[in-house]
């Protein structure tokens, strides 16, 4: 059994930040634990854009505070979150991440599960890392 609070997350290194600071994981779950999944909390900061391509990994988010939007850049179609709202990226949807009025704090699930260290590349990818050797 796996038992673990954010507030000991806080600080270390499974609370990583963006590059540019539009937001910040605190991941819960990664791939050393052997779930098949990683479980993150994610706070994305009022005001921002975030552009994301996850190439390498699908992802389930539920939005449980704030506001924000998204938008598929294929179709250009822009969709409202807030409290109560999930969406899938389960085409590994390019898109950007809007945080609206207040910050918005998301619940995440990411297949393959990542090992703790990704951080978005320039096309807003996380790299697939196999092991943490590979780093």
Known sequence: ?????????IGTE????AKEGQWTSRRMLLKDD???FSFHETIIR????THI????????VYCVAGNGEIEDLTT???????????????NHDDHNLYGGT???RLICVFNPPI???ENHDGDGVYPLIEDKEQE
């Open 102 to 104: 207040e910050d918005m």
């Open 76 to 90: 250009g179609k822009r969709h409202k979150i807030y409290d109560g709202v999930m969406y899938a990226l389960n």
């Open 1 to 9: 059994m796996i038992v673990r609070d954010i507030k000991d997350i």
């Open 46 to 49: 009022k005001g921002t854009k």
């Open 115 to 117: 090992v703790g260290t």
């Open 14 to 17: 499974r609370e990583v930040h």
């Open 53 to 60: 391509h996850y190439k390498n990994h699908l992802e389930a």
């Open 34 to 36: 052997k779930m098949g």
